[in-house]
């Protein structure tokens, strides 16, 4: 059993695996698309880490504004949730993601990837906080 993470973006989708013991979250893929309105090529390669993986559970980005609403991205990835749900019957938790798009960027920063690279790695490294605060999250709910 692993659960995945995804960060939604326009162009891209970031992706987060699970350790089969449910404690760390890796970075594996990055999913690019050619048009943000086709999903199709996204959901099928996103169905076919699921079953490489063995995942039972995927939790999704949620993209609320910083006074907590939903916006535009908000909406979509609540479309994609819907989307994802009915694709694979899988459970699709939504997660909070305000600001770790930034945490990403600082981490890299951090770590000394230039700035031309860092949009190469952004959306996955933030799809593995998605899924490492939920993972946290677990921990202390349990």
């Known amino acids: 059993m692993r659960i995945m ?3 939604l973006g326009s162009k ?3 992706v987060a695996i699970s350790d089969p013991l ?4 890796q970075g594996i893929e990055i999913i690019r698309r050619k048009e943000e309105n086709k999903l199709r090529q996204t959901l099928a390669r996103i169905e076919a880490l699921i079953v490489e993986y063995e995942v039972d559970r995927i939790v999704l980005g949620l993209p609320k504004n910083m006074n907590d609403t939903l916006g535009e991205r908000a909406q979509l990835s609540l479309a994609f949730k819907e989307k994802l749900e009915r694709r694979t019957g899988l459970p699709v938790v939504m997660w909070d993601e305000r600001l770790t798009t930034v945490a990403a960027d ?8 230039r700035r031309e690279n ?6 996955m490294i933030a799809a593995c906080l998605i899924l490492q605060g939920y ?3 677990r921990e202390t709910s349990s």
């Open 106 to 113: 600082k981490a890299m920063m951090e770590a000394g990837i």
């Open 22 to 25: 449910l404690i760390t979250a």
């Open 12 to 14: 891209t989708v970031g």
């Open 5 to 7: 993470g995804l960060d």
């Open 118 to 123: 860092r949009k190469d790695y952004v959306d």
């Open 135 to 137: 993972l946290d999250s």
